[in-house]
């Protein structure tokens, strides 16, 4: 499960505080996967780093049982580093052994379907190279938690069937957090849906309730 305690989050601006979230506490269940809503600004990819334990709360706190991925379709990797060198360095951070970094490597290169670009710097590749890069990577991983910041877009047809069937198999293991527009997506591969407003976040035991509050809203 995911428990908020007393979270406030805010950036400074020249108007003053900028809040994301103001005093939240709630707990939500570590056996759903996640829909997230809101409108553009409001906070979901600030949620997703906050989640990820790449951004912190100004006040309060956030618990999280079990191991948490970085937010996919966030951009973090070393533009001047190849594919292959920027795979091999989230590797290390993970601890893994020299037999498991090539099993890894060879599944995010083939995963990932860049060919020759898998040797070049990621500053070369495309938006789109980008995203089945870091997809990859992070389905090489076994979390408990997948965050998934506006990513299954990627890739033609094919490889965005490949996408679902992946998510399908982690879906057996794991819970994922969804950030999306595509609504039809979100109620594919989501349980229940929360959506930020007015510093808080509004949660919905089911999907399609959180998708009509969210219009109506």
């Not at 349980?191 to 009509?212: L, M, N, R, T």
């Amino acid at each position: 499960m995911i428990i908020f305690d007393s979270v406030t989050k805010y950036y400074p601006t020249a108007n003053g505080r900028h809040y994301i979230l103001k005093n939240v506490s709630l707990t939500l269940p570590g056996d759903r996967n996640i829909g997230v809503f809101g409108a553009n600004g409001s906070g979901k990819s600030t949620l997703m780093r906050l989640l990820a334990g790449v951004d912190f709360p100004n006040k309060g706190s956030i618990r999280v049982d079990g191991n948490v991925s970085w937010p996919l379709g966030l951009s973090g990797y070393q533009g001047s580093m190849t594919g292959r060198e920027n795979a091999e360095f989230v590797c290390r951070i993970y601890g893994q052994s020299k037999s498991e970094i090539k099993n890894k490597i060879d599944y995010i290169k083939a995963f990932s379907e860049l060919g020759d670009f898998f040797e070049m710097p990621l500053k070369s590749y495309s938006s789109g190279m980008r995203s089945k890069f870091s997809f990859a990577v992070c389905m090489a991983f076994d979390f408990d938690y997948y965050l998934i910041d506006e990513l299954t877009a990627v890739g033609d047809k094919r490889f965005k069937k490949k996408c679902r069937q992946t998510f399908d198999a982690k879906k057996e293991v794991a819970n994922f957090l969804f950030v999306s527009h595509n609504i039809n997506e979100l109620k594919r591969q989501c349980d229940i849906g929360i959506y930020i407003k007015d510093g808080k976040i509004h949660v919905h035991d089911s999907i399609d309730d959180a998708i009509a509050a969210y219009n109506a809203m």
